[in-house]
């Protein structure tokens, strides 16, 4: 980050332009885009806490590690509520 801001001043005058506004860009598209597919994985293998934990569920998945517990955390879009229903929905009806 230090060095785009070095090489926008020495290049464009400003330290906010190209090409940090460019690598700020980016790392917000990439967060997007890895956000995006964390959460349709976490929606098809059913992973509670929403996309917050499914790269670590994947990971144990594979044998590499163990799955955290993301259950403090709430889903932004409210799925931590369908996760909770659905527990309690499998709970009554295997016993």
């Given at each position: 980050?230090?060095?785009?801001?070095?090489?926008?001043v020495?290049t464009?005058?400003?330290?906010?332009?190209?090409?940090?506004?460019?690598?700020?860009?980016?790392?917000?598209?990439l967060?997007?885009?890895?956000?995006?597919?964390a959460?349709?994985?976490?929606?098809?293998?059913?992973?509670p806490?929403?996309?917050?934990?499914v790269w670590?569920?994947?990971?144990?998945?594979?044998?590499?590690?163990?799955?955290?517990?993301?259950d403090?955390?709430d889903?932004?879009v409210?799925?931590?509520?369908?996760?909770?229903?659905?527990d309690?929905?499998?709970?009554?009806?295997?016993?």
């Amino acid at each position: 980050m230090a060095s785009a801001a070095l090489i926008g001043v020495a290049t464009e005058g400003a330290v906010w332009g190209f090409p940090l506004a460019d690598l700020v860009w980016s790392f917000d598209v990439l967060y997007r885009v890895q956000l995006t597919a964390a959460e349709v994985l976490a929606v098809a293998l059913g992973t509670p806490g929403c996309e917050i934990g499914v790269w670590s569920e994947l990971l144990a998945r594979a044998g590499r590690g163990t799955a955290r517990s993301e259950d403090v955390l709430d889903c932004v879009v409210g799925l931590h509520l369908v996760d909770a229903w659905e527990d309690k929905r499998r709970t009554a009806i295997q016993g």
